[in-house]
């Protein structure tokens, strides 16, 4: 867990880290703090290194796939660029070698010497001009200040995420605002949503050691943590980093724009109150972000009703997870109704779940077989899918392992499986951005089809009279309204069918089924019933095409294109 958040370049000295900061600079074409591929094309072209192993270069450095090197990246790079001009084959574990390597010293830069003395002579003279024309540009008309005037205008995309954002604020948000998407399924989406650190959430009834796992990770408490038997975690608590350690209010947190927290305050106040973010310094969570829940109620306890829609937050933390962990105690495998109810919340997100069976030493080999089985055939149940998925066995607490019931055997395993789960949390920096990528395609998608069964319901409501007994009618049977709808994009796409809408009318959910989009593209029945009920369906825009189409090329040619602009530049 260590490797999570250490930066490649922690032992270059300080005369090593001023020379690679010049070179950044000079590196760095726009000055905006990114080395970009077309950056790099001229810049370690001075390396005289192979394509190859340039590439090789890039792809290390470049680990967490955004298409540009920030200062660190680009440290890593030098030394591997040094590395190979030494001699050494590169690989991944090159990177950890260089980290821990004091002698690594910079690469030989063709020319750098010339550029750099060229750069600072160009730095002197403007600085010359600009202090000349100081007292003029103070007393003529007014000038823009230094960020107003460096401010990059929307068209300049200089990573992925720069260029999702423009993506989103152009072709997708309208389609979204228009047709009330951010009611029915997900709040618009701000600039924090996209430059937030990547998320895990753990899930759990009450004490299966969730607390103690992010105590586990840390190495250390984070500000408010309580642990114990009963349900001690009883509020949603995001722990991220922070400058120093404190606990910041659920209310605080929501308004906040640099955290992408504001569509929390779609659940009211009374969930609120029940939510709160701890910051405090760690490497770990410069990395990742770990979402805190509280204990799923079984027997007795979940007959009490929240205060709040638990299952509408876990949802929503859901989306924006990288990572979901259920956790298990080997002495409470039963699956209350709360958490079946949760585990259906996660629709849409089984690729991020991964089941813990925690505490697992707690019971002998035979016992833990036992345990296993159970625990499987519960979860294939309530997941209802044929596929198994990955389960990690192991105790996640400080504590060293109970000898008398696990053996020397079950001893390596919990080693090799809480190896295998701490790669996994590895990982999900390196794969935030794919996540970024995929999760805006889920989104686009959805908000496509919503656009479809709004418009439809729209087109289906009459011009003057029986406005309100239509709408009921349509609500009631909104299951065969979605099938209509499933009808009608595919004939969208496949015109030359049309006839079988007169011929098989009645046929429409078979139809769905053997041609067109799966059902699990369509939202909750029940959910969208419920919002759409505080609605006048007429009110709403008939379908637009321009807006989809609009979509549909942004899915189709834009994103492709923006990828294929960030990829490795040596590819």
């Known amino acids: 867990m260590e490797e999570i958040g250490k930066s490649a370049g922690s032992s270059f000295s300080k005369e090593q880290q001023q020379i690679y900061k010049e070179w950044f600079n000079l590196a760095d074409s726009d000055g905006d703090g990114r080395f970009t591929g077309n950056d790099a094309t001229k810049f370690f072209a001075m390396s005289n290194l192979s394509r190859q192993q340039l590439k090789q270069v890039w792809a290390l450095a470049d680990s967490k796939r955004q298409g540009f090197l920030g200062f660190t990246e680009f440290v890593t790079a030098m030394q591997l660029v040094s590395l190979a001009q030494a001699g050494h084959e590169l690989t991944p574990d090159t990177i950890k070698t260089a980290s821990k390597m004091e002698d690594v010293k910079p690469p030989l830069m063709d020319g750098i010497d010339a550029l750099l003395a060229k750069n600072k002579s160009s730095r002197i003279r403007e600085n010359d001009i600009n202090g000349s024309t100081q007292l003029s540009l103070s007393t003529g008309t ?3 200040g230094a960020k107003s005037s460096r401010k990059m205008p929307l068209t300049a995309v200089t990573s992925i995420i720069d260029g999702l954002k423009r993506l989103y604020v152009e072709k997708l948000k309208p389609l979204e605002a228009t047709y009330r998407f951010n009611d029915f399924v997900s709040p618009l989406l701000t600039n924090s949503d996209f430059d937030a650190r990547p998320m895990v959430m753990l899930l759990g009834q009450y004490s299966t050691g969730k607390t103690t796992f992010i105590k586990h990770l840390l190495r250390c408490d984070y500000p408010g943590a309580h642990i114990g038997p009963e349900p001690t975690t009883d509020r949603f608590v995001v722990v991220m980093s922070g400058h120093d350690e404190r606990s910041i209010p659920g209310n605080t947190v929501a308004v906040q724009a640099d955290m992408p927290f504001s569509g929390l305050t779609h659940f009211g106040g009374a969930f609120l109150s029940k939510f709160e973010c701890a910051q405090m310094p760690h490497p770990l969570l410069d990395e990742i972000t770990i979402v805190d829940t509280p204990g799923v109620l079984s027997g007795e306890k979940q007959r009490t009703q929240r205060s709040y829609d638990f299952t509408g937050v876990i949802s929503w933390f859901a989306a924006k997870c990288d990572l979901i962990l259920l956790l298990f105690d080997p002495h409470k495998l039963d699956i209350s109704d709360e958490f079946k109810r949760v585990i ?4 849409g997100n089984d690729d991020k779940i991964r089941v813990v069976l925690n505490k697992a030493d707690q019971v002998d080999t035979q016992q833990l077989m036992r345990v296993y089985g159970a625990l499987m055939w519960s979860l ?7 596929e198994v998925m990955r389960v990690y066995i192991g105790s996640f607490n400080d504590k060293p392992i109970n000898e008398e019931t696990a053996s020397q055997m079950f001893c390596e395993l919990f080693e090799k499986e809480q190896n295998d789960l701490l790669m996994d949390l590895v990982d999900i920096p390196k794969k935030a951005c794919d996540r970024r990528i995929n999760e805006f395609v889920k989104r686009a ?8 069964i709004i418009s439809h319901l729209k087109k289906e409501m009459p011009a003057i009279m029986g406005k309100a007994k239509t709408q009921q009618r349509l609500i009631d049977n909104l299951e065969d309204e979605f099938a209509k709808v499933s009808l009608l994009t595919f ?10 809408v007169y011929k098989h009318h009645l046929f429409c959910k078979q139809v769905q089924r053997e041609f067109h989009l799966p059902p699990g593209d369509f939202p909750n029945v029940e959910h969208f019933k419920e919002v759409l009920n505080g609605y006048s369906i007429d009110k709403f825009e008939k379908l637009k095409p321009k807006m989809i189409q609009a979509v549909d090329d942004m899915l189709g040619y834009e994103i492709p294109e923006l990828l294929k602009s960030f990829r490795n530049p040596y590819a």
């Not at 259906?344 to 629709?347: C, D, N």
């Not at 294939?380 to 044929?386: A, I, R």
């Not at 004939?491 to 079988?500: A, E, G, K, N, T």
């Open 142 to 144: 007014p000038q823009f």
């Open 445 to 452: 998608r959805a908000a496509k089809m919503h656009a479809y």
């Open 344 to 347: 259906a919340s996660l629709r």
């Open 380 to 386: 294939g149940k309530v997941l209802n899918t044929p």
């Open 491 to 500: 004939f969208l796409y496949s015109p030359f069918r049309l006839y079988i």
